[in-house]
């Protein structure tokens, strides 16, 4: 379904200096520097696998997930969703896949929630039957139903993701990317989470790329496992695949990952 093959990014950004005279000096003579988010990922991901994409702040996941859902170019290599180039034809692309960053909406902010999905239910030209059929099952699964009304603004940060995870999910799209989606939550509201993600995927064979640091959402959800840093694939495999790599008896997951950034030098 994906196919990733030798794919590069890099971003030219204005580089600063530390102290006054250097930071003055640089606003009048302007420093770049390229730095490189992806430095040559490859893999491919099949339908209806839930893969955990990880990895330390920095390496490159937002930006791979940028790509594959057609927001940003790559500078160069390969990348395929069902034959699709994510970034061209993007109109009908996003017809086929569902987006959610836990750290910003995609819900218009001062209109009620149910106004939204009528808004992007004219995006994605959904037909009318679809349409309520799609949301009486995300209002029912998600537990929507006295939150619809109520503008995003004045949702708490709970209600606010499953109300951006039912927006991603309206026109039933094949592939999900999700994006960090239970950053802040308490714990109610990630077994929530987590029960409709693997829900979805059960059901509707929804594939599922996610990133997160937090790794009781991989534990619990994630067949496979991409760890990535500074750009590169670093390991691809199961979470029995990463265990091995640190053999030490009663290790959690988390100090799991810390001794492999320490072995990768992340
Ligand atoms: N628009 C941009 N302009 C300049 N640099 C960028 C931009 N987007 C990302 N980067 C840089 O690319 C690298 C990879 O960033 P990216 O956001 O993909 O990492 P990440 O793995 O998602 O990190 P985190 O876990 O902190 O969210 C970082 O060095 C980041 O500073």
Not at 79 to 100: A, F, H, L, M
Request: hydrophobic content about 40%; overall charge neutral.
């Amino acid at each position: 379904m994906i196919h990733v093959e030798n794919l590069r990014k890099s971003f030219v950004v204005h580089k600063r200096e530390a102290g006054v005279k250097k930071a003055i000096a640089s606003f009048f003579c302007r420093k770049n520097e390229r730095i490189y988010a992806l430095n040559d990922i490859s893999f491919d991901i099949k339908r209806g696998e839930i893969v955990g994409y990880i990895g330390p702040n920095g390496a490159g996941k937002s930006s791979t997930i940028k790509i594959l859902s057609g927001i940003l170019t790559p500078d160069s290599g390969i990348c395929t969703v069902d034959q699709s180039i994510p970034w061209k034809n993007r109109k009908e692309y996003v017809k086929n896949i569902g987006v959610v960053f836990g750290q910003r909406s995609q819900l218009w902010w001062d209109i009620p929630v149910i106004d939204s999905f009528y808004l992007l239910k004219e995006i994605y030209e959904m037909n009318d039957t679809l349409f309520q059929e799609s949301l009486l099952e995300l209002t029912e699964l998600l537990q929507l139903k006295d939150i619809l009304k109520t503008p995003t603004r004045q949702l708490s940060l709970g209600q606010r993701m499953r109300c951006e995870i039912a927006a991603s999910l309206l026109h039933r799209p094949k592939l999900l990317f999700l994006d960090e989606p239970t950053i802040g939550l308490d714990a109610v509201s990630k077994l929530a989470v987590r029960e409709f993600i693997k829900k979805i995927n059960r059901e509707h064979q929804t594939t599922v790329i996610l990133t997160t640091h937090d790794m009781q959402d991989i534990e619990s959800l994630a067949d496979r496992i991409i760890l990535i840093g500074n750009g590169r694939v670093l390991l691809d495999g199961t979470l029995d695949t990463l265990r091995q790599y640190v053999p030490k008896v009663g290790a959690s997951l988390d100090e799991i990952m810390v001794e492999l950034y320490q072995e990768y030098n992340l």
